[in-house]
T-cell receptor, first 112, second 116 residues
Framework: DQQVKQNSPSLSVQEGRISILNCDYT??????FLWYKKYPAEGPTFLIS?????DKNEDGRFTVFLNKSAKHLSLHIVPSQPGDSAVYFC???????????FGQGTELSVKP | GAVVSQHPSWVICKSGTSVKIECRSL??????MFWYRQFPKQSLMLMAT?????????EQGVEKDKFLINHASLTLSTLTVTSAHPEDSSFYIC????????????FGPGTRLLVL
């Protein structure tokens, strides 16, 4: 049972435009959500997180939106840069003792 | 801050040998360390969770006698793949957290294992 889903395996965006990466979850006990960026043959790098008491968290070009009623979160990158090209994983956990569950990842390609 | 290192970054070994991978948190004390495995084009699969000074908690389907985990200090955890076989070839990634489950995990760069 895939509790965290990233339904788009890939996304291609023009440089300077907005990249929107989506993530859906099924477990209502999840209350902490994270986005990680990963290059091939490297470990994931933490990007941004959000707890369930918020619906938006912004850090520079990166903004994460959380819609609890829809069990959906998204990562917005604006403006997108070629260096943003990587695989992005969303992850979710529960502060009640749950492990970090990762989505399948979305490969973002930002074209110059 | 929040730097996690892994050593070695890649290893090739013969079938039947054991391989040890180290995971270190360089600038913070990691109460909890996690070991993941990633197959090509797939997500990260949690193998086990270790807390300093206690036995690791393994995920369902992960053989604890094959994947030995030791978390001897607040900055070091090791994963030993015993009697490695070609099907153990994978990308192994550790992460460390200063808190418990709900805290942000910081990942190491990963170790590529190839068993011949």
């Amino acid at each position: 049972d895939q509790q965290v889903k990233q339904n788009s395996p890939s996304l291609s965006v023009q440089e300077g435009r907005i990249s929107i990466l989506n993530c859906d979850y099924t477990n209502s006990m999840f209350d902490y959500f994270l986005w990680y960026k990963k290059y091939p043959a490297e470990g994931p790098t933490f990007l941004i997180s959000i707890s369930s008491i918020k619906d938006k968290n912004e850090d520079g070009r990166f903004t994460v939106f959380l819609n609890k009623s829809a069990k959906h979160l998204s990562l917005h990158i604006v403006p997108s840069q070629p260096g943003d090209s990587a695989v992005y994983f969303c992850a979710a956990s529960s502060s009640m003792g749950g492990k970090l569950i990762f989505g399948q990842g979305t490969e973002l390609s930002v074209k110059p | 801050g929040a730097v996690v290192s892994q050593h070695p970054s890649w290893v090739i070994c013969k079938s039947g040998t054991s391989v040890k991978i180290e995971c270190r948190s360089l600038d913070f004390q990691a109460t909890t360390m996690f070991w993941y495995r990633q197959f090509p084009k797939q997500s990260l699969m949690l193998m086990a969770t270790s807390n300093e000074g206690s036995k690791a908690t393994y995920e369902q389907g992960v053989e604890k006698d094959k994947f030995l985990i030791n978390h001897a200090s607040l900055t070091l955890s090791t994963l030993t793949v015993t009697s490695a076989h070609p099907e153990d070839s994978s990308f192994y990634i550790c992460s460390a957290s200063a808190g418990g489950w709900g805290e942000t995990q910081y990942f190491g760069p990963g170790t590529r294992l190839l068993v011949l």
